[in-house]
């Protein structure tokens, strides 16, 4: 099986992201293993996260910062990113993340080439994968 951090080959990446977990897939490997990130979650508050040294505006507590790091190193190298979510705006992951990384990583921020909201959490790993070739071949001519 392919791995994501295999660095022979630059990869067309595949993230499926919400508040919880980040889920990253390498599209071009058929049976690829996802690797899976979640924010540092040290009190056990799962969705709850919070953080008094993170600006919150009261109404959703903001992701650790590691997080964003995490997900922006395992993305570091990769050819094309292709970032799959859920929501809009601040109840989005997805859009916090583009934004982080337009901040903090503008190299990995250029090789997103699309961001597609989904209900991932109604979909089979089968059919996300599918979605993102899809989205893939159609962007790349292919």
């Not at 690829?32 to 996260?49: F, I, N, T």
């Not at 990769?78 to 190299?107: C, I, N, W, Y």
Request: hydrophobic content about 35%; cysteine-free.
């Amino acid at each position: 099986m392919a791995r994501i951090d295999d660095p022979k080959t630059a990869a067309h990446l595949l993230v499926v992201l919400d508040h919880h977990e980040a889920r990253v897939y390498r599209t071009e490997v058929h049976g690829a293993v996802p690797m899976s990130l979640v924010p540092y979650d040290p009190h056990g508050y799962g969705k709850h996260l919070h953080s008094a040294h993170e600006w919150t505006d009261g109404k959703r507590p903001p992701e650790r910062k590691s997080y964003y790091e995490a997900v922006a190193k395992t993305l570091r190298g990769a050819e094309q990113v292709l970032l799959f979510g859920s929501g809009t705006g601040r109840s989005s992951a997805m859009d916090q993340l583009v934004a982080d990384l337009k901040d903090h990583h503008p190299d990995v921020a250029a090789k997103i080439i699309g961001t597609v909201i989904v209900d991932a959490h109604h979909m089979t790993e089968g059919q996300l994968l599918a979605k993102a070739r899809d989205f893939y071949a159609e962007h790349n001519g292919k």
